[in-house]
């Protein structure tokens, strides 16, 4: 169903299914992302569904928080492994935007294996035609003209491994 997902220093997310938990954060500063995300893992696009904090942690426990002001990208899918033609003919690219607005004043560039592509809408998107094996998607928030935009934690990169499901001949 319905869950969290918790980004913290725009490392993979950990999928949460109830209000109250816990994770552990290890001591320092970090930038937080908490968003509600569908059952199908794509995140909820509204200010109200969000919270992204810059944090200090020390012995287990926050020290500081501060709300973000800063323009800010954070990688939210693909991630991980999909296995079986189901879960890799078309795989979702999403992530989530803070401070920012896609469209005149700001874009994505996303680097799909290499390939170039500039994102003007905050939406999922589906890629097709993708390799089994591995893949990387490399997402660089970008200005008007193009430059990559001075900020924490971009541009921000992953890899994930795409398989074919032996079962299915």
């Given amino acids: 169903g319905q869950h969290i997902h918790l980004i913290v220093d725009n490392a993979p997310y950990a999928a949460e299914y109830t209000r109250e938990f816990e994770y552990d954060i290890p001591d320092g500063e970090h930038y937080l992302l908490a968003f509600l995300s569908r059952s199908y893992h794509e995140s909820i696009k509204t200010k109200a569904a969000s919270k992204v904090q810059k944090i200090s942690v020390a012995n287990k426990s926050f020290t500081a928080t501060s709300d973000l002001m800063d323009p800010m990208l954070f990688y939210s899918r693909p991630k991980g492994e999909y296995i079986g033609k189901k879960e890799t003919d078309k795989v979702m690219l999403d992530f989530y935007l803070a401070n920012c607005t896609l469209g005149t004043d700001y874009k994505v560039k996303a680097e ?36 990559m935009v001075n900020t924490p934690l971009n541009p921000v990169e992953r890899t994930f491994t795409l398989k074919a499901d032996p079962t299915e001949q």
């Fill in 112 to 147: 799909i294996n290499g390939e170039e592509h500039m994102i003007d809408k905050w939406q999922p998107y589906y890629i097709e035609g993708l390799p089994i094996g591995d893949n990387t998607i490399k997402l660089t928030l970008v200005d008007k003209d193009g430059n």
